[in-house]
């Protein structure tokens, strides 16, 4: 059973930064894509990044490019998100997800475990 558990939420100010983490209680050696969703209000989840246990195969969504990195550190099991130049329509809860298999993949319906959810608001 993998169980994530995410942190790093907050309230920034647009152009300022936010990192957020994600600790995985499942065997790495069993785990393919590390990875970051987001919901906002009314809207559905959507992508934002993934990492492959290789750490080759990276993933964002072309709405992030530029602005935030996904690390992922095997041994310790996280996965982080670096977001800078923050802007308001980055509003929303921030999900960790993990997919079992070994190929990428950027539908919710793909990840097999969620995290709760974290707040991120960017607002002056």
């Known amino acids: 059973q993998v169980q994530l558990v995410e942190s790093g939420g907050g309230l920034v100010q647009p152009g300022g930064s936010l990192r957020l983490s994600c600790a995985n209680s499942?065997?790495?050696?069993?785990?393919?894509?590390m990875g970051w969703f987001r919901q906002a209000p009314g809207k559905e989840r959507e992508f934002v990044a993934a990492?492959?246990?290789?750490?080759?195969?990276?993933l964002y969504a072309d709405s992030v490019k530029g602005r935030f990195t996904i690390s992922r550190d095997g041994p310790k099991n996280t996965v982080t998100l670096q977001m800078n130049s923050l802007k308001s329509e980055d509003t929303a809860v921030y999900y960790c997800?993990?997919?079992?298999?070994?190929?990428?993949?950027?539908?919710?319906?793909?990840?097999?475990?969620w995290g709760q959810g974290t707040q991120v608001t960017v607002s002056s």
């Open positions: 997800a993990v997919r079992m298999a070994m190929s990428a993949a950027t539908q919710p319906k793909k990840y097999h475990y």
């Open positions: 990492r492959g246990r290789d750490n080759i195969s990276i």
């Open positions: 499942g065997r790495p050696s069993s785990i393919g894509f």
